[in-house]
């Protein structure tokens, strides 16, 4: 059975949070969990207070969130992709619940830049956790303006450079090659002083660790990893796209196994020596998958389709890494960052 996506943002930001279904424990904010573990978590420099980020396009812009969650046990939320302007989005439909997951083909839709500076940036200031704001453009130019403005709001910390989305014609350009990322992340390296740059890498199964490396060289202080996998659906009545587009993105559960290889083969085979953190980002639904990608090489843990199924979620998967961490014998979540044995 497929993931069943039980709570969406409605179309003024709101959180519709659904039923809860006779039996299944909803409010997860009772679990117990561990006071004496140290939950903060140092990315790129900026401390969190957890090691959860809610990813972007998942959570809102950046408080929408506040209504299912005590944002305060959350380390960041991350804003929807920014556009210079303003894009509705691809026709419906555009979402589609699939058998390990969920199937998206949003198109990046989101209010564009002006519309964001003047209404959803300074809600960051009301937040009690931090923000990063993604970015994502047609041209190395749309990414240095989004990137720019971005650097000079306060409460903005960390930039991410969306480079990786399935969901439109030019969402993967940059991830041609090595040297064409290095490049344009160069150009809004130069760009941004203050804030801490992060880049969203796709899940490639081949040439990730060149990838993450031209990234870093062109100034990227950490990664997020990764965006979701491009997919196809086919309808085999009609024959047509089971969404609006041929080409998708899939996210959830089915792609867990692969974020974790690609993390581990980024940390081991360049992160871990160079110092750069990455956020794990795919088919965490329980506190065992964060805890995998931690050990994988993670520094921070991404959520972001599990929060469609039950938006409380990620209450439960801090309580359980802290109960993980104890058990262990850490004194903090951090200390199990890469701690995988090989044999």
């Known amino acids: 059975m497929g ?8 179309e003024n930001g709101g959180l519709v949070l659904p039923d809860t279904p006779p039996g299944i424990p909803f409010l997860a904010e009772s679990l117990p969990s561990s006071p004496m573990v140290d939950t903060r978590t140092d990315l790129c420099g900026v401390e969190l207070a957890t090691p959860i980020v809610l990813a972007a396009g998942t ?47 949003i198109g990046l839709a989101n209010v564009g830049l002006d519309r964001f500076l003047r209404e959803k940036a ?20 749309e990414y240095v303006t989004i990137a720019s403005s971005f650097d000079a709001l306060d409460d903005i910390p960390i930039i991410e450079m969306n480079v990786s989305c399935p969901n439109t014609h030019d969402g993967r350009q940059a991830c041609d090659s090595p040297q064409h990322l290095e490049s344009v ?30 990234a870093v060289a062109g100034g990227a202080d950490g990664l997020t990893m990764t965006n979701t996998l491009e997919v196809m659906s086919i309808d085999v009545t009609t024959r047509r796209s089971r969404l609006s587009r041929p080409r998708m993105g899939y996210s959830g559960t089915a792609i867990h196994p692969l974020v974790v290889r690609l993390v581990h083969d980024v940390h081991v085979g360049f992160a871990r020596a160079a110092g750069v953190p990455i956020i794990g ?40 890494l802290e109960r993980w961490a104890r058990s262990q014998g850490c004194a903090s979540i951090s200390e199990l960052v890469g701690a995988y044995k090989e044999s």
């Open 3 to 10: 993931l069943l996506c039980r709570a969406m943002i409605g």
């Open 59 to 105: 959570c809102g812009y950046v408080d929408e969130m506040a209504d299912a969650l005590d944002l305060g046990r959350i380390g960041a939320v991350t804003t929807k992709s920014i556009t210079l302007e303003p894009r509705p989005g691809h026709d419906p439909n555009r979402i589609l619940d699939a058998k390990a997951g969920m199937i998206n083909a």
């Open 185 to 214: 992340v160069a150009e809004v390296r130069a760009a941004v002083s203050r804030s801490r740059l992060l880049v969203k890498l796709p899940p490639k199964t081949d040439g990730i660790v060149a990838l993450a490396e031209a």
């Open 281 to 320: 980002l795919g088919g965490v639904g329980d506190w065992e998958d964060a805890a995998e990608l931690i050990l994988a090489g993670a520094t921070a843990v991404g959520m972001g389709t599990a929060l469609y199924a039950d938006p409380r979620s990620p209450n439960r998967v801090l309580a359980g």
């Open 122 to 141: 300074p809600l960051a200031a009301t937040v009690p956790t931090r923000v990063i704001g993604s970015v994502a453009g047609g041209s190395v130019e």
